[in-house]
């Protein structure tokens, strides 16, 4: 899978997108918690990018195809398939196309869900080359942006 135009050949100026902003779009049988989140660990991370050079802007739509969760030994697994868009903020069209599956597993079956969503999230955040969110320390709390 990847979301870039041009081959990965080690050459560190390929092109990246510079993700302006990003939806998630589901069946209704997929819970609604899990669109949440994954939009909000997704949006977290594109607020928090910066990019040196001027790259061409997209805005990402990710589907969630289908959501499976199961018991599995000790705990249970869930899984999604994914396919996420990214569409060229000035013209409309749809310039990278990525069809991918996540799958996590817990012992916990309380915390799939959100287990899941941040397996997704952090799929795209990676092929995106977005920064992934700090966790909050006194400092952030006290001066946000």
Known sequence: MSFRLMPDDGDKNRLIYDVRGAFVAAQPDVPHRLMQLVHSYVSDAIDVTNRAKVRPRVVL?????????????????????????????????????????????????????????YGVASRVIQEFQLTKPGPATLATALFPK
């Not at 705990?75 to 409309?92: I, L, P």
């Not at 996540?102 to 915390?111: F, G, I, M, P, Q």
């Open 61 to 117: 739509t990710i589907r969630l195809v289908s959501v499976k969760k199961e018991p599995f030994l000790l705990g249970a697994r869930s899984s999604a398939r994914v396919v996420v868009r990214a569409a060229s903020v000035t013209t409309g069209e749809v310039i990278a196309e990525a069809k991918f599956t996540a799958t996590v597993y817990a012992l916990d079956k309380e915390s799939l869900e959100g287990d899941l969503a």
